[in-house]
């Protein structure tokens, strides 16, 4: 599906206080990570996507993270269910937002699902069973998008798409504790080196891969694939260990 638009929302003036227990987490400066969102938001523009900005929520740290409040597929939009409880509420107007366009579902207790966890494949979906995410969120979310869901187990890990992301022409970038899964078999895979593993979370628009700056040997391996390639300085949201496609719901 090729992506026309995309849902985002600026980081609010609580976002310093975001969830994470990256070593800088304690040094996030709101004023740099808006310039870098404001960046990002440029760089979607420039690829040809409409954006469609929410307002700021801040009572929500972590708000501008919007993927994790919905998972996208066909005409059909689930809306998740945060699975630290201090997070739900921010789905809200992600949800006002996608009703203009998709029918919607969303997930209901005890369910725990977030988009972090979701990885988009061309035909079918792999969700993973995380900190964040469970098996109930996964089984609501499958009976309302009506589509093939694979799951894969970690509970040492916040979100699946930290460590696969399905860049198109068959091609997925991952660590290499995955390359062996026998649900990427059919894949022709890259994989990053753990000291990289932070640009696996890329963001792919129209074969145009946005990536962190911080590392050459993925990029130049994304490019070698047959990518264009677009690098920006995210270290910001690294601090509160999100990414790129963390800052937007494409669709």
Same mark, same amino acid.
């Given at each position: 599906?090729?992506?026309?638009?995309?849902?985002?929302?600026?980081?609010?003036k609580s976002y310093?206080?975001? $969830?994470?227990?990256?070593?800088?987490? *304690?040094?996030?400066?709101?004023?740099?990570?808006?310039?870098?969102?404001?960046?990002?938001?440029?760089?979607?523009?420039?690829?040809?996507?409409? #954006?469609?900005?929410?307002?700021?929520?801040?009572? +929500?740290?972590?708000?501008?993270?919007?993927?994790?409040?919905?998972?996208?597929?066909?005409?059909?939009?689930?809306?998740?269910?945060?699975?630290?409880?201090?997070?739900?509420?921010?789905?809200?107007? %992600?949800?006002?937002?996608?009703?203009?366009?998709?029918?919607?579902?969303?997930?209901? /207790?005890?369910?725990?699902?977030?988009?972090?966890?979701?990885?988009?494949l061309p035909s079918?979906?792999?969700?993973? $069973?995380?900190?964040?995410? /469970? +098996?109930?969120?996964?089984? !609501?979310?499958?009976?309302?998008?009506? %589509? !093939?869901?694979?799951?894969?187990?970690?509970?040492? $890990?916040? *979100?699946?798409?930290?460590?696969?992301?399905?860049?198109?022409? /068959?091609?997925?970038?991952?660590?290499?504790?995955?390359? /062996? *899964?026998?649900?990427?078999?059919?894949?022709?895979?890259?994989?990053?080196?753990?000291?990289? +593993?932070?640009?696996?979370?890329?963001?792919?628009?129209?074969?145009?891969?946005?990536?962190?700056?911080?590392? !050459?040997?993925?990029?130049?391996? %994304?490019?070698?694939?047959?990518?264009?390639?677009?690098? #920006?300085?995210?270290?910001?949201?690294?601090?509160?260990?999100a990414s790129l496609?963390?800052?937007?719901?494409?669709?």
């Amino acid at each position: 599906m090729k992506a026309e638009k995309a849902i985002v929302r600026e980081p609010s003036k609580s976002y310093t206080q975001c $969830i994470t227990s990256h070593p800088l987490g *304690h040094t996030v400066s709101l004023d740099l990570a808006r310039k870098q969102h404001n960046k990002y938001c440029d760089t979607l523009t420039e690829l040809g996507l409409e #954006l469609i900005k929410l307002p700021l929520k801040d009572e +929500y740290p972590d708000a501008c993270f919007v993927e994790d409040n919905a998972v996208v597929h066909g005409n059909k939009a689930f809306i998740t269910r945060m699975g630290v409880e201090s997070r739900r509420g921010e789905e809200v107007d %992600v949800e006002s937002a996608l009703r203009q366009y998709f029918s919607i579902s969303k997930a209901t /207790n005890s369910a725990t699902i977030e988009g972090g966890d979701v990885v988009h494949l061309p035909s079918s979906l792999i969700c993973g $069973i995380t900190q964040r995410t /469970n +098996y109930k969120g996964v089984e !609501q979310m499958r009976n309302w998008l009506d %589509v !093939q869901i694979a799951t894969i187990e970690n509970p040492n $890990i916040v *979100h699946l798409k930290s460590y696969m992301k399905y860049l198109g022409k /068959n091609i997925l970038i991952t660590s290499k504790e995955y390359e /062996n *899964h026998p649900l990427v078999k059919d894949l022709d895979l890259l994989i990053i080196p753990k000291q990289e +593993y932070y640009s696996i979370n890329c963001l792919s628009i129209n074969d145009t891969i946005i990536m962190s700056d911080k590392f !050459q040997y993925a990029q130049d391996l %994304v490019k070698n694939a047959g990518f264009e390639v677009i690098s #920006l300085n995210m270290s910001e949201f690294e601090k509160c260990q999100a990414s790129l496609t963390c800052l937007s719901i494409l669709f």
